[in-house]
């Protein structure tokens, strides 16, 4: 892994204060970038390149599943069944 970049800092728009890179190349457990790297850094550096050398193709492919955003619709409809199976209220 290239770390070169970790020295620059920006401020991270999930967490709202700057943030070192190394902290957007690996977000959790998971150790691939945080979803919002692209947005935050391109401006600084090619990003797109500094993906492609430094993560797999399936690590890429798991980014870019995890990078396409969920439709609002969907998203408020699983929100709806959700708090309706904790208040026991299925038949609303």
């Known amino acids: 892994m290239d770390v070169s970049k970790d020295r620059y800092r920006r401020r991270c728009p ?3 204060g700057p943030v070192a890179f ?3 190349r690996s977000s959790g457990a998971s150790e691939l970038p945080c979803h919002k790297i692209m947005d935050c850094w391109w401006e600084v550096f090619d990003i797109h390149a500094f993906l ?3 993560y ?3 690590q890429l492919q798991a980014f870019a599943r995890r990078s396409i955003p969920e439709p609002k619709i969907s ?3 699983d929100l709806i069944a959700k708090a309706r199976r904790s208040s026991g ?3 609303v």
């Open 52 to 54: 492609k050398l430094n």
């Open 75 to 77: 998203s408020l409809v």
């Open 89 to 91: 209220t299925d038949d």
């Open 22 to 24: 190394s902290y957007c």
């Open 56 to 58: 797999a193709p399936e």
């Open 14 to 16: 999930k967490l709202g």
